[in-house]
């Protein structure tokens, strides 16, 4: 196990990926389920930032697309952190939706590999670690305000947009 104060150089939507799989497993999905859920819950995250600071505009074809791909009685929403994942029962399993299609958990852990590279076991650790610190009802309530407390820190506005900081792993710390 690495030093808990060590950092790690990351940006915001791989941290908040990883730790939105690790809260979606503990409030009872699988780890493939919570990998999708994850990646859109980032996703949507990341999307509403860009609106705020006008880097994307919603447009009525948007709008338009995302109302047509509902299908009636195979979508369900699920509500993670603030937000509402729309997700879809497949084969495989619970998948979240972005743009209509299932996330594959597959292309999630390529990356999370690929961003963290050879400090993401030790992230995972100490994320679920922090997660399994709190009873699931706290967790639920508590994870948004959790991830602000330890995301990388970035410069403010679109100067920032998809900048690494620093995640130090000494902020994974569950209270004592």
């Known amino acids: 196990m690495a030093s808990p104060h060590r950092t790690i150089q990351v940006n915001r939507a791989p941290v908040l990926t990883l730790w939105a799989a690790i809260v979606a497993q503990r409030l009872g999905l699988e780890w493939d389920e919570a990998l999708s859920v994850g990646k859109a819950l980032s996703g949507i995250t990341a999307h509403a930032k860009g609106v705020r600071l006008g880097i994307y505009e919603p447009t009525p074809d948007t709008v338009s697309e995302k109302r047509k791909a509902l299908q009636h009685g195979e979508e369900i929403h699920l509500d993670l952190m603030g937000r509402s994942i729309p997700a879809v029962y497949t084969k495989d399993g619970l998948r979240a939706l972005h743009q209509g299609k299932p996330v594959p958990p597959a292309s999630v852990e390529l990356y999370l590999a690929g961003k963290f590279g050879d400090d ?43 900048a690494k900081g620093e995640l130090d792993l000494g902020r994974l710390a569950p209270p004592r």
């Open 120 to 162: 993401l076991e030790d992230v995972r650790h100490a994320m679920t670690e922090l997660a399994n610190s709190l009873p699931p009802t706290d967790l639920a309530r508590q994870a948004f305000r959790m991830y602000e407390s330890f995301r990388p820190e970035v410069k403010p506005g679109a100067e920032g947009w998809g």
